[in-house]
């Protein structure tokens, strides 16, 4: 059974800083890209970041680049999401998962057809 859990989410100001991150089990982690996503209020879902399966490819959406920085550490079957200069239009739930593929296509379709979903982590940033 696959099991990605997310953790690191909660209430921050504006400007300030929370490290995410993501720990997989039950699936070959460093054979898949993995990304981040979120689902903010009123909002439809994003991707947010991916990288592939060694960590040196990566790839942001324009909203985040600059502030965020995905990484991974395959010894620990972990994916992190390092986020500076939150603003409250970051607030959103938080999902991790695992790709279909070892590397970043320019899609998200790989994510979404996976199946390979944490329940996510609540970002709240205060104005």
């Known amino acids: 059974v696959v099991q990605v859990v997310e953790s690191g989410g909660g209430l921050v100001q504006a400007g300030g800083s929370l490290r995410l991150s993501c720990t997989v089990s039950g699936l070959t982690f460093d054979d898949y890209a993995m990304g981040w996503f979120r689902h903010g209020p009123g909002k439809e879902r994003e991707g947010v970041s991916c990288?592939?399966?060694?960590?040196?490819?990566?790839y942001y959406a324009d909203s985040v680049k600059g502030r965020f920085t995905i990484s991974r550490d395959n010894a620990k079957n972990t994916l992190y999401l390092q986020m500076n200069s939150l603003q409250p239009e970051d607030t959103a739930m938080y999902y991790c998962a695992a790709g279909m593929f070892g590397y970043c296509t320019g899609s998200w379709s790989q994510f979404w057809d996976s199946g390979y979903w944490g329940q996510g982590t609540q970002v709240t940033v205060s104005s």
């Open positions: 990288i592939d399966w060694s960590g040196g490819t990566t």
